[in-house]
Antibody, heavy 124, light 107 residues
């Protein structure tokens, strides 16, 4: 079974940094594009970052570009999200997702598996 | 950025009823749309991809339809396990945005 387990969340002050991890199992991690999605306290879902299967390509929305860095270690089957210059609006539950991506067509279809999430609170 | 507008925001229904949730994109997304279900306290789960294709293991009472800017998720004969929140998400160019969600509650 596909399993994604996030960790690393917590309480951090504005301007601070935090690194999230996502341990993957039950599938060939190195073959899949992976993403982070967050859910705000108001229950709004926001795509945060995506990384290609080999790690060469990364994508971010403007809201986190330059502050967040997605990376992966395929040898350890682990996905990361380094967050810096954190703001109160970054407060959310952060989910790791496996992506349904057709490399041949360069086409994304969905986020087909989600972890249970790790909570990040940015507050002084 | 493409805006995704879901309606209704909430819906109170009885077991056995049929419901339709709609998602409108601010521009043509060429059926690059997914639907997710989220139960209370759980993470979202994929229901439908490419607007009309059911994900593995999703019951056939769920169906997706639409094209262009207008999409729908229909649930026939609601079961108790179907209550929760539903979200649409487009995949037509980044940023991949989500709809605001529809909360399905028991009447």
């Amino acid at each position: 079974d596909v399993k994604l387990v996030e960790s690393g969340g917590g309480l951090v002050k504005p301007g601070g940094s935090l690194k999230l991890s996502c341990a993957a199992s039950g599938f060939t991690f190195s073959s899949y594009t992976m993403s982070w999605v967050r859910q705000t306290p108001e229950k709004r879902l926001e795509w945060v970052a995506t990384i290609s299967s080999g790690g060469s390509y990364t994508y971010y929305p403007d809201s986190v570009k330059g502050r967040f860095t997605i990376s992966r270690d395929n040898a350890k089957n682990t996905l990361y999200l380094q967050m810096s210059s954190l703001k109160s609006e970054d407060t959310a539950m952060y989910y790791c997702t496996r992506d349904d991506y057709d490399e041949g067509r360069g086409h994304y279809y969905a986020m087909d598996y989600w972890g249970q999430g790790t909570s990040v609170t940015v507050s002084s | 950025d493409i805006q995704m507008t879901q309606s209704p925001a909430s819906l109170s229904v009885s077991v056995g009823e049929t419901v339709t949730i709609t998602c409108r994109a601010s521009e043509n997304i060429y059926s690059n749309l997914a639907w997710y279900q989220q139960k209370q306290g759980k993470s979202p789960q994929l229901l439908v991809y490419a607007a009309t294709n059911l994900a593995d293991g999703v019951p056939s009472r769920f169906s997706g339809s639409g094209s262009g800017t207008q999409y729908s998720l229909k649930i026939n004969s609601l079961q108790s396990e179907d209550f929760g929140s539903y979200y649409c998400q487009h995949f037509w160019g980044t940023p991949w945005t989500f709809g605001g969600g529809t909360k399905l509650e028991i009447k």
